[in-house]
């Protein structure tokens, strides 16, 4: 038993059927649509056909024949659709468009009433015109609009496709062309330019290395600085780097050996020769690019590289730097030892002048009270007084012996008397001269106090005199220690090859920097690229 195909549903429209069928494509001549229906005869247009002849026998036929027959009324897709959103509205569950005829023509239900048609076609037009886009259509079997049952040739799908790749691979090859000649001008030629200039047009160079150190007087055993060997302990050399990169170093360079006009010789090429007018900003930029010094702290040495376009320049350069840097060192040493010494002599010289005022104060004075000694005049008046003292004692005793006889003798008596009185006025002189004063009015004990008042002065100065001394000593011992100078552990010497251009360095180099631009440049267009046309 054969059974008739259904008819498939596909969202094709029917203009774009129609196309296809009549002007069939390399791309669409193999696809065929299958037949909503296989009569070979001409389909009626799809009218409104009365159902009174077919609804009296739904009861007596079976549910197949009564869809066979609905199928047989060449109903349109929009009928059939209609037919199903009446049955849906109805609550029932029809499992085809024909089905939902059929089911709806059972309950004694016209689908295709107009009043459910104007209702459901309302409905259905807002929802195109909401939605923009129609829904497929079922297409009468006719015989024009049938799409072809005829297979397309296997040799035109070939050939679209084989143009189609061939259109890939012109764009591929152009693509590739036109980064190549991108690369070409952007990277490989400034590169391959750079390369000959270093490799056939560029001067060579000749270079002259020198290594520096700033060294100082050691002291005493065991007296070395804490900050010695390190970035504090280095300032000297520091000191040296900065003067020798400094205009003054250059202008000196220039005033001795002729700086500019060396450099500015005529074999040398345009691009690294000085112009022979050039200004002194000129001459400075490659005095810094020529010159290179650099300090390494961890050894404390410093490190000259000259360059030249003569290696006997080179060598004369670097020469005359180090000399510049010699008396650099020796400037800074000599002030440091003069700022030292340079107290230390003021104090000195100002307690000698103390000193010798105060002991000239103290001979004017034993001049004015023509005392030798204070101690020496009191100790000369406290002996006599003692001795006359003594003697007026034994008188005394003496007298008192004699007075003891019951008949004295009156000339001795009186003569002890005397010597005694005269001895007492001696000693009472003797005593005027210690507290109240001598002959010219000035007493001992002022003249004492007052040569004691310069003695002590003159001891004090005397005493001063000496820490000044010995401060002086002690910043002459300092001034020696802060001696410093220059040593030079690699002398320079005129190199015999030069040193400069690097030529494959600097190439390499050229050619990634021209990568470099070249990749950011594209980057940067292909974003703007991309923003503008997003």
């Known amino acids: 038993m054969t059974t008739?195909?259904?008819?498939?549903?596909?969202?094709?429209?029917?203009?774009?059927?129609?196309?296809?069928?009549?002007?069939?494509?390399?791309?669409?001549?193999?696809?065929?649509?299958?037949?909503?229906?296989?009569?070979?005869?001409?389909?009626?247009?799809?009218?409104?056909?009365?159902?009174?002849?077919?609804?009296?026998?739904?009861?007596?036929?079976?549910?197949?024949?009564?869809?066979?027959?609905?199928?047989?009324?060449?109903?349109?897709?929009?009928?059939?659709?209609?037919?199903?959103?009446?049955?849906?509205?109805?609550?029932?569950?029809?499992?085809?468009?024909?089905?939902?005829?059929?089911?709806?023509?059972?309950?004694?239900?016209?689908?295709?009433?107009?009043?459910?048609?104007?209702?459901?076609?309302?409905?259905?037009?807002?929802?195109?015109?909401?939605?923009?886009?129609?829904?497929?259509?079922?297409?009468?079997?006719?015989?024009?609009?049938?799409?072809?049952?005829?297979l397309a040739p296997p040799d035109d799908g070939i050939a679209e496709i084989s143009r189609i790749q061939r259109d890939i691979v012109r764009r591929?090859?152009?693509n590739l062309a036109m980064l190549f000649a991108r690369l070409a001008f952007f990277i490989f030629l400034p590169t391959f330019l750079a390369g000959y200039y270093y490799y056939v047009l560029a001067t060579p160079m000749y270079a002259t290395s020198s290594v520096l150190k700033v060294e100082q007087s050691q002291g005493p055993a065991g007296s070395k600085s804490l900050l010695a060997g390190t970035q504090f302990g280095d300032t000297d050399s520091i000191v040296v780097q900065t003067y020798l990169l400094n205009r003054d170093a250059m202008l000196r360079l220039d005033r001795d050996l002729g700086y500019r006009e060396r450099m500015s010789a005529s074999f040398i090429d345009p691009v690294q020769r000085l112009p022979r007018d050039a200004s002194y900003e000129e001459t400075y930029k490659l005095y810094k690019k020529n010159v290179k010094i650099g300090?390494?702290?961890?050894?404390?040495?410093?490190?000259?590289?000259?360059?030249?376009?003569?290696?006997?320049?080179?060598?004369?350069?670097a020469r005359a730097l180090i000399s510049y840097a010699e008396?650099?060192?020796?400037?800074?040493?000599?002030?440091?030892?003069?700022?030292?010494?340079s107290g230390a002599s003021e104090s000195y010289s100002d307690a000698?002048?103390?000193?010798?005022?105060?002991?000239?104060?103290?001979?004017?004075?034993?001049?004015?009270?023509?005392?030798?000694?204070?101690?020496?005049?009191?100790?000369?008046?406290?002996?006599?007084?003692?001795?006359?003292?003594?003697?007026?004692?034994?008188?005394?005793?003496?007298?008192?012996?004699?007075?003891?006889?019951?008949?004295?003798?009156?000339?001795?008596?009186?003569?002890?008397?005397?010597?005694?009185?005269?001895?007492?006025?001696?000693?009472?002189?003797?005593?005027?001269?210690?507290?109240?004063?001598?002959?010219?009015?000035?007493?001992?004990?002022?003249?004492?106090?007052?040569?004691?008042?310069a003695e002590s002065e003159l001891a004090t100065r005397v005493l001063m005199l000496q820490t000044s001394l010995q401060q002086m000593e002690v910043a002459r011992i300092e001034a020696g220690r802060q001696t410093r100078y220059l040593v030079t552990v690699a002398a320079p010497n005129a190199p015999d090859a030069p040193s400069y251009p690097r030529a494959f360095e600097n190439t390499i180099l050229a050619f990634f920097i021209f990568s470099g631009i070249y990749l950011m440049a594209s980057l940067t267009a292909s974003i703007l690229r991309e923003q503008i046309t997003s």
Do not use: C, W
């Not at 103290?362 to 004015?368: D, G, H, S």
């Not at 009156?410 to 003797?430: F, M, P, S, Y």
């Open 352 to 453: 000698e002048i103390a000193m010798e005022g105060a002991q000239q104060r103290v001979i004017e004075l034993k001049e004015l009270y023509n005392v030798i000694s204070t101690e020496i005049e009191v100790s000369l008046l406290t002996t006599r007084i003692s001795a006359l003292e003594l003697r007026v004692t034994e008188d005394s005793i003496a007298l008192q012996e004699l007075m003891a006889n019951e008949r004295p003798n009156q000339t001795k008596v009186e003569t002890l008397e005397r010597g005694i009185a005269n001895r007492k006025t001696v000693i009472h002189d003797l005593r005027a001269q210690l507290t109240e004063g001598r002959s010219d009015g000035l007493s001992l004990a002022r003249i004492q106090g007052e040569l004691q008042v």
């Open 172 to 174: 591929r090859r152009r």
């Open 4 to 150: 008739k195909p259904r008819a498939k549903r596909f969202n094709i429209r029917r203009g774009v059927i129609k196309a296809a069928t009549e002007n069939p494509t390399p791309l669409t001549a193999g696809l065929t649509m299958p037949a909503v229906a296989r009569n070979s005869g001409p389909t009626p247009p799809p009218e409104e056909t009365p159902q009174a002849n077919t609804s009296s026998a739904e009861g007596s036929t079976p549910p197949d024949q009564d869809i066979a027959n609905i199928r047989r009324e060449n109903l349109t897709g929009r009928q059939l659709r209609m037919a199903r959103r009446v049955a849906q509205k109805h609550a029932l569950a029809p499992t085809s468009d024909f089905d939902a005829v059929r089911l709806l023509r059972a309950k004694g239900i016209d689908p295709f009433k107009r009043a459910n048609m104007l209702e459901l076609v309302s409905a259905e037009e807002s929802s195109a015109t909401n939605d923009g886009f129609m829904l497929p259509q079922t297409m009468p079997v006719t015989g024009s609009n049938l799409p072809t049952t005829e």
């Open 295 to 317: 300090f390494d702290p961890t050894e404390g040495v410093i490190q000259m590289e000259v360059i030249a376009y003569e290696p006997e320049n080179a060598e004369a350069f």
């Open 327 to 341: 008396e650099t060192i020796d400037n800074l040493s000599q002030r440091v030892r003069n700022d030292q010494m």
